[in-house]
């Protein structure tokens, strides 16, 4: 179904070139930055970020969904849904949950730091009451058990 199989992160690194190699790891180093405790992992080929849960991912043109390649660097949120987007920066397509937004090249990206760096901090917010709901509904759902 893909065009690629990695198996490490440096591995898609590796993959990349030109300014797809350097958006990536702009994004990369946004997410580390603004993201305390964030685990990085394939998933689909490329880095997904987890925190409590899942969180966001940056998605290469270069690697494939399905037969479609694109140009530039996707950055997604996997609760888009649930950010504040008065402005709809972010491209909901056809999608109820997750939202993205795409640079073209690294000029574009620069551009956009601190929006990104807003929604990131956004989401992480959004992560961590997501996962405290979620014990809060398993230790109630323990008690009525008992």
């Known amino acids: 179904m893909q065009n690629v199989r990695f198996l490490s992160v440096g591995e898609l690194l590796d993959f990349l070139q030109g300014e797809q190699l350097e958006m990536t790891d702009m994004l990369r180093e946004l997410v580390f930055e603004c993201v305390p405790g964030v685990e990085e992992r394939l998933s689909f080929n490329v880095p997904f970020f987890r925190r409590y849960g899942a969180l966001c991912f940056i998605w290469p043109g270069a690697v494939s969904w399905g037969s ?21 920066y972010l ?3 056809n999608r109820k949950m997750v939202f993205t937004k ?28 997501l ?16």
């Not at 140009?71 to 008065?86: I, P, Q, R, T, Y």
């Not at 956009?112 to 956004?122: A, C, G």
């Open 91 to 93: 491209d909901k397509g």
């Open 68 to 88: 479609t390649v694109w140009e530039g660097v996707e950055f997604g949120f996997n609760n888009g849904h649930l950010l504040a987007d008065e402005d709809n």
């Open 102 to 129: 795409r640079f073209f090249n690294v000029h574009e990206l620069r551009a956009n730091t601190d929006k990104l760096r807003s929604l990131v901090l956004e989401a992480v917010e959004i992560n961590e009451l």
């Open 131 to 146: 996962h405290m709901e979620k014990r809060k509904s398993n230790r109630i759902r323990r008690i009525l058990k008992d």
